[in-house]
């Protein structure tokens, strides 16, 4: 029996009835190509005392400080190199941005074996998902309530509604106890913007990260509530250990032109509001209140920040762990800072890694035009910068390394870890107008030497003219799909690290945006069907046969007209059971859309579209619908369907 859980979640338990250029290298780079070779970063700087954090985060911020505080734009200030409403700072909020084999999870300790739990990147490593599961119990967390259902009895066990600002969408699961994660946001009017004609001066303004730890033993109950100053980029969770990212900004009282009379008195007034800034304007903090009894206090310690040289210090990025087996008391103890920023978090059971995106963070304002003028990026190529921390011990996490590879990330699945070394997919874009270079995309790997992630091996020109729309790393191998007209899956041999090869290319019509080991050397893409003109048409799920990395083949498709799926942009919505080799992705479309059901009830254009691997074929087992109000039937359901699991 297959029951749906509000609008957003179904139980589907009863579902069981080339041309290419390559490099390679040393750990020097000599030998790999010039845009690789010259990806290593500035190292690490820490410091000895808490004024000596503060004076080399003032210093390296000096010159990003105009008349609108960061930045010399009217209306916003250039925060992390995005727009950020200037009224930020008067408001008191932080600001900020957004977010390998396994099939299911293994069962918690007194769990039930044998369900999907979150499609994750890695095993053994879960990731934040709007629904968990431990066998037994299933969480679901919409519209600001938590609801926990017995799954054998199909009946709910407790309700609990939060008393909160913002509304948790993410929850994180270990015995009894659950940690439900909510990103803050509120709506501005900048009346800047306003006065000037500034178009869309409607803008997000994240205001924080709110933690809420329940008690799901019986009825859920609340056992202590935090909240963070940072914005909750993402979180990873190994045992009963959560890693949770945040990025936050200096809090400083920045005045505005209006106010000072001039851009130049700003300038002079808010330069001089940065010298006098102290130390907590800088770091993240935290308010936690744990039965009655509230605490507070600075997130991470001065002993615990670090510097990458030459870069401004105009934000924070912080990795903090709480063991949700423990009191969950947050301590300084427990977090580290780097100030830098990040949006990407990908991480194993040892390491964590955090990628900032090329436009990731604030560069100088003599350098505005681009990051052409910056140390760090070459001349005419964009950099995305990574970030490594150490979490193989308990407490806090260690800030090891930082390096950089030309181009941008796709995903968390543009990066793996394997054998100690990190490869990473990337599409490069070619910068400034008199670039002869297009658009391609490469696959470094990166080795960690001292403090630095230094490149040992390199290949280039995948996708001549495309941009990278899935990855996946599967041990030695490396599975990249770019797109434009066609859709080309290259297969690289990863094998020796340092010779990185291109041995094989698949070329289709359409392409896939999420990549999903099947076991045998097989995968499974979801994504979109297309035209030769590489006009999209509707939903598509296929199934390659890898194993021969030099001659991948499409065995089946499955296309489903006019439809899309949740999938293609977030793994947690695909379901894929190999012990029946069962497939369910939630689709949006046209199939059905406000057809009228049997029993006169009108359907909604959420659907759960169930298929099945059968040898070399995919065979459709059935399409799951959510039903509309029935209060007004005449009114269709907008209740999209965004995962499951079983």
């Known amino acids: ?99 390998e084999l396994a099939a299911g999870a293994a069962a918690e300790p007194g769990g039930v074996p044998g369900y999907s739990g979150t499609n994750v990147h890695e095993a053994g490593v879960d990731e934040p998902d709007l629904v968990k599961t431990d066998g037994r119990r299933l969480l679901t967390v919409t519209d600001g309530v938590l609801r926990v259902t017995d799954v054998a009895e199909q009946r709910l066990v407790g309700e609990l509604r939060l008393d909160s600002q913002s509304w948790p969408d993410q929850i994180l699961l270990h015995g009894d106890r659950a940690l439900l994660i909510a990103r803050g946001a509120m709506y501005a009017m900048d009346d800047v913007a306003v006065q000037r004609g500034t178009p869309m001066p409607l803008t997000r303004m994240p205001v924080g990260t709110e933690l809420t730890l329940v008690d799901v033993s019986g009825s859920p109950t609340v056992l202590s509530t935090i ?31 209006e106010a000072a009379g001039s851009e130049r008195k700003a300038t002079v007034e808010n330069r001089r509001i940065l010298q006098q800034s102290d130390l907590a304007d800088w770091l993240p903090d935290y308010r936690q209140t744990t039965a009655g009894q509230t605490s507070s206090g600075e997130l991470v310690g001065c002993d615990a920040v670090h510097h990458v040289r030459g870069t401004p210090a105009t934000s924070m ?104 070394a990190l490869r990473v997919a990337t599409t490069l874009d070619p910068v400034g107008a008199e670039s002869e270079q297009i658009t391609h995309s490469a696959v470094t790997v990166l080795s960690q030497d001292g403090d630095r992630l230094v490149p040992i091996g390199a290949v280039d020109g ?17 599975y990249v799909v770019t797109f434009r007209q066609t859709d080309p899956l290259y297969t690289i041999d990863l094998s020796d690290p340092q010779q990185p090869r291109v041995v094989g290319e698949l070329k289709i019509n359409g392409y896939s945006a999420y990549l999903h080991p099947a076991g045998e050397g097989r995968l499974i893409g979801v994504g979109q069907d297309a035209n030769s003109d590489g006009q999209v048409r509707g939903t598509q799920v296929s199934l390659f046969d890898v194993s021969d ?85 005449s009114q269709p359901s907008d209740g999209f369907i965004d995962a499951s699991i079983r």
């Not at 505080?69 to 925060?79: E, K, N, Q, R, S």
């Not at 200037?86 to 909020?93: S, T, V």
């Not at 009191?327 to 059971?349: F, I, M, N, R």
């Not at 899935?470 to 030695?476: A, D, T």
């Open 1 to 99: 029996m297959l029951t749906p859980v509000r609008t957003a979640i179904v139980i589907t338990a009863a579902l069981a009835a080339t041309s290419s250029c390559s490099g390679s290298g040393s750990s020097s780079g000599s030998n790999l190509p010039p845009w690789a070779a010259t990806a290593a970063i500035a190292r690490l700087v820490t410091y000895d005392s808490c004024e000596q954090v503060r004076n080399a985060l003032i210093e390296s911020t000096k010159d990003q400080v105009g008349p609108y505080g960061w930045g010399d734009a009217p209306g916003y200030a250039v925060a992390d190199g995005l727009p950020v409403p200037a009224a930020r700072e008067a408001a008191g909020d932080s600001a900020g941005g957004s977010p």
């Open 227 to 257: 909240q963070l100053g940072g914005d909750y980029v993402d979180a990873r969770q190994v045992g009963s250990v959560a890693r949770l990212v945040l990025r936050s900004y200096p809090q400083l009282p920045f005045t505005q032109p």
């Open 317 to 420: 990025l912080t990795v903090t762990s709480l063991d949700l087996a423990g009191d969950l008391q947050v301590s300084s103890a427990d977090s580290v800072s780097v100030a830098t920023g990040g949006e990407t978090v990908y991480g194993t059971a040892t390491s964590l890694y955090v990628a900032e995106s090329p436009y990731g963070w604030a560069v100088p304002l003599a350098a505005a035009e681009g990051m052409a003028g910056s140390s760090i990026a070459g001349p005419r190529q964009q950099q995305t910068r990574i970030h490594k921390f150490d979490i193989s011990g308990p407490g806090r996490p260690r800030y090891v390394a930082s390096g950089s590879v030309a181009g941008s990330l796709l995903n968390q699945y543009s990066m793996s870890e394997y054998d100690q």
């Open 462 to 478: 995948l996708g001549k003219g495309e941009r990278i729309y899935s990855v996946r790393f599967v041990g030695p191998v490396g």
């Open 549 to 633: 990395p030099a001659a991948p083949r499409r065995l089946a498709s499955y296309q489903l007209s006019g439809a899309s799926s949740e999938a293609e942009f977030d793994p947690h919505a695909f379901l894929y059971w190999p012990d029946d080799q069962t497939i369910v992705v939630p689709v949006q479309g046209p199939y059905p859309v406000n057809q009228v059901a049997p029993d006169g009830d009108y359907v909604g254009s959420g659907t759960a579209l169930v298929l099945r691997v059968n040898g070399a074929k995919i065979d459709e087992v059935g399409m799951l619908t959510h039903q509309a109000n029935r209060v007004d039937k």
